[in-house]
């Protein structure tokens, strides 16, 4: 499988540096309600992604969200905002921790958030951008 600029891009923040930031323990809401604290951050460059622990909300399953789909980050409240809804975050490819390091696992996650409707691409919420 050959990677495409988009699922590339969405593993980097929109903002770089956000990438400075320690963002563990921050709350994590998508654009329809709160899914989590984030558990860890991943800093490998072409890689950023957030482990986001969901608690009673999936089961107390864990999910990894690649960086790009970070809009913003409110510091005071501790509260990370991103481009998806509950449901994209719920239905997106099953995160498995043995697997976080893993090229074709983050291709399949990155190829799944990319190829959602207009509107709802990573790093921003303008329907006009791809």
């Known amino acids: 499988m050959q990677r495409t600029t988009g699922v590339i891009d969405i593993y ?30 991943t800093y490998q460059v ?3 992604s957030l482990v986001i622990d969901t608690g009673p909300w999936i089961f107390g399953q864990k999910v990894l ?10 510091e005071t409240d501790q509260r990370v905002f991103l481009t998806c809804t509950k449901d994209q975050v719920r239905n ?3 995160f498995d921790e043995s697997h976080l390091r893993d090229q074709s696992y983050r291709d399949e996650l990155g190829t799944y958030y990319t190829s959602r409707p207009t509107g709802q691409h990573y790093g921003t919420s303008d329907p006009t951008r791809r």
Request: hydrophobic residues 35%; glycine residues 10%.
């Open 92 to 94: 997106a490819p099953e």
């Open 46 to 48: 072409g890689t950023d």
């Open 12 to 41: 980097a923040y929109p903002d770089q540096s956000w990438s400075a930031m320690n963002l563990s323990g921050f709350k994590v809401e998508a654009t329809d309600g709160e899914i989590g604290a984030i558990d860890e951050q």
């Open 65 to 74: 969200i690649p960086a790009g789909l970070i809009s913003r980050i409110d």
